[in-house]
């Protein structure tokens, strides 16, 4: 399979009002937000690499051209959701069905 390369030139934008404290910005798309250097589909590709398809993060990164710490945020950005809900499954003991255990996570 060949290889494809996207390459996006972000322009850089300066504000000429004098009372907009940003002064400067780059343009975005939903698919690059902002002081992002690659696309949510390559990020959500690392992820399931890792996560799905048991690919080290060594391995995906390397797969992908990418650096080992983009490859490990992406899985981290990936499986914090999933481990948070893995807090909430509860362990059920006589004294959780009397206590009525709530999820250590959930708010009030």
């Known amino acids: ?11 850089r934008w300066k504000c000429a009002s004098q009372e907009c404290a ?3 910005f780059t343009e975005s798309l939903p698919a690059i937000p ?6 949510s589909r ?3 590709l690392l992820a399931t690499e890792v ?11 390397r797969w992908q051209h990418v650096s080992w710490p983009v490859t490990h945020a992406a899985f ?3 499986a ?8 909430c499954v509860p362990t059920i003991t006589s004294a959780a ?4 255990v709530a999820c250590p996570t959930a708010r009030p």
């Open 80 to 87: 914090d959701p999933v481990l948070a809900q893995a807090l």
């Open 97 to 100: 069905l009397t206590s009525g």
């Open 34 to 39: 902002p002081r992002w250097r690659l696309t």
């Open 22 to 24: 940003r002064k400067t």
């Open 1 to 11: 399979m060949d290889e494809i390369t996207v390459a996006w030139c972000k322009r």
């Open 51 to 61: 996560a799905e398809r048991g690919c080290t993060v060594a391995g995906a990164a």
């Open 42 to 44: 390559l990020r959500d």
């Open 76 to 78: 981290a950005e990936h």
